[in-house]
């Protein structure tokens, strides 16, 4: 014969919370929730065309030949041109809107610049191939005077500043604004993880060459060339989105 009870047997601890604070569970649900912060429009389109421009970078050795794409893709070449003008661009928006201008503008504007000489090759520019951003150039380095390195000290100087004050701003501001819930932030975090891809696919057809000992053929180092070139060239304009949308949230 079943066994019969007289009375329901007792609810779970949770159940029992939830009758009795039912306010509280859902206030509790809620703040839950927003500790993961939502993506906003602005940096969800950037997210969406910076991957739609990747998957078209790497289909493009298939749409040219190599020569044109070379051309198109390669060192001097209208991709890495156009990214210049965007960087010198981008100098000029920060110097427009960061304030006090002569502290934060200066440095954005002087951050943005560093960028365009460093696409346009200028930190090789007393040598073939040693780079004054590497403490061998003034160091190691026998075939340069000391002028020429007098000038890159006080270039890597003023970098230097530079960088300083805008990480010190944009840990500022950031801090203020919720970090990652604010717009900005997100399409600035686009932009840095965006930059750090693009360094894998530079480094990528040397390191595969070093360790397999194959040098890469065409259409594959032409795709990681693309992927590079073309994802740089989306950097300043990350970066100009990131800047507006900053400015145009400072008053909200």
Same mark, same amino acid.
């Given at each position: 014969?079943?066994?019969?009870?007289?009375?329901?047997?007792?609810?779970?601890?949770?159940?029992?919370?939830?009758?009795?604070?039912?306010?509280?569970?859902?206030?509790?649900?809620?703040?839950?929730?927003?500790?993961?912060?939502?993506?906003?429009?602005?940096?969800?389109?950037?997210?969406?065309?910076?991957?739609?421009?990747?998957?078209?970078?790497? #289909?493009?050795?298939?749409?040219?030949?190599?020569?044109?794409?070379?051309?198109?893709?390669?060192?001097?070449?209208?991709?890495?041109?156009?990214?210049?003008?965007?960087?010198?661009?981008?100098?000029?928006?920060?110097?427009?809107?960061?304030?006090?201008?002569?502290?934060?503008?200066?440095?954005?504007?002087?951050?943005?610049?560093?960028?365009?000489?460093?696409?346009?090759?200028?930190?090789?520019?007393?040598?073939?191939?040693?780079? #004054?951003?590497?403490?061998?150039?003034?160091?190691?380095?026998?075939?340069?005077?000391?002028?020429?390195?007098?000038?890159?000290?006080?270039?890597?100087?003023?970098?230097?500043?530079?960088?300083?004050?805008?990480?010190?701003?944009?840990?500022?501001?950031?801090?203020?604004?919720?970090?990652?819930?604010?717009?900005?932030?997100?399409?600035?975090?686009?932009?840095?993880?965006?930059?750090?891809?693009?360094?894998?696919?530079?480094?990528?057809?040397?390191?595969?060459?070093?360790?397999?000992?194959?040098?890469?053929?065409?259409?594959?180092?032409?795709?990681?060339?693309?992927?590079?070139?073309?994802?740089?060239?989306?950097?300043?304009?990350?970066?100009?989105?990131?800047?507006?949308?900053?400015?145009?949230?400072?008053?909200?």
């Amino acid at each position: 014969m079943p066994t019969s009870y007289a009375t329901p047997p007792p609810p779970t601890v949770a159940i029992a919370l939830q009758k009795q604070y039912p306010e509280c569970i859902a206030t509790q649900t809620r703040q839950s929730r927003r500790l993961l912060p939502k993506l906003h429009r602005t940096p969800l389109l950037v997210l969406l065309v910076v991957v739609a421009s990747a998957v078209f970078l790497a #289909v493009t050795p298939w749409m040219m030949s190599e020569p044109d794409h070379r051309h198109l893709f390669g060192d001097d070449g209208p991709v890495e041109l156009i990214s210049e003008l965007l960087w010198v661009f981008l100098a000029g928006v920060a110097f427009g809107i960061l304030r006090p201008i002569w502290q934060k503008g200066l440095a954005g504007a002087a951050l943005a610049l560093a960028c365009a000489a460093r696409e346009a090759s200028w930190h090789k520019q007393f040598t073939d191939d040693e780079s #004054v951003l590497k403490p061998g150039f003034f160091l190691d380095f026998q075939d340069v005077g000391i002028v020429p390195k007098l000038i890159a000290g006080v270039a890597v100087l003023i970098l230097l500043w530079s960088v300083i004050i805008v990480s010190i701003s944009c840990w500022q501001r950031a801090s203020r604004d919720g970090w990652f819930r604010a717009s900005w932030v997100q399409t600035a975090a686009i932009g840095l993880i965006t930059l750090a891809i693009s360094k894998v696919f530079d480094r990528a057809p040397g390191i595969i060459t070093d360790f397999r000992d194959v040098d890469m053929e065409y259409p594959l180092r032409g795709v990681l060339y693309a992927l590079e070139e073309g994802l740089e060239l989306l950097l300043p304009i990350i970066f100009i989105i990131a800047l507006i949308t900053a400015h145009r949230s400072r008053g909200k």
